[in-house]
């Protein structure tokens, strides 16, 4: 799938990925590769430069080492995909129709917990700024409600008590039934 996309420099954040072609909503973006277990028998290398320290952290506290293009892939506040787990590879998905050249980017908080937060530059109207959170229990309930569907099957069984608790009274007035 990587032909379909490529790394180039970004308006966000230093680098970017960027669509090689069209795609539509629901289309395979990119497969993720999750190969390198990041673990005691298994640390970074120090000689490594800290922008290929980009690491994604699983359920159960797995650890993998993003490669290239997939460490590329900005951060947005109204991002255009997703990642959902299929057949044990996580998948980018096309949240919507993407054109040719534009960047590719996903929330950071879907399917995050616990994140770092830090200044957003997304640009998008939607930016949340000062103190974005790589963690969607930080997110506004409006927008935990509409990510909701796009949270990989991992996340949810695995912080179910904690999306419960946080959904409990707002199940009526969610357009999805996350409880």
Partial sequence: MTHKVYVGESAINGHGV?????????DHVLAIDDSR????????RPELDEHEHHC???SDGRVVLMPLPER????????????RTLDGTRIVIARRAIQPHEE???????????GVAWDCHCG?????????????????????????????DWFRQQYAARIAAANAGACSRAAVDPC
């Fill in 18 to 26: 960027f669509a090689q072609v069209a795609f539509a909503a629901g």
């Fill in 37 to 44: 277990v990041v673990d005691d028998e298994h640390p970074l």
């Fill in 56 to 58: 994604d952290y699983l």
């Fill in 72 to 83: 590329q892939i900005n951060h947005s506040c109204d991002p255009n995909t997703y990642v």
């Fill in 104 to 114: 590719i980017t996903y929330d950071y908080a879907i399917n995050g917990e616990g």
């Fill in 124 to 152: 998008s109207s939607r930016c949340r700024g000062a103190e974005t959170w790589a963690d969607y229990f930080k997110l506004p309930r409006d927008l935990q409600i509409e990510y909701y569907p796009l949270l990989d």
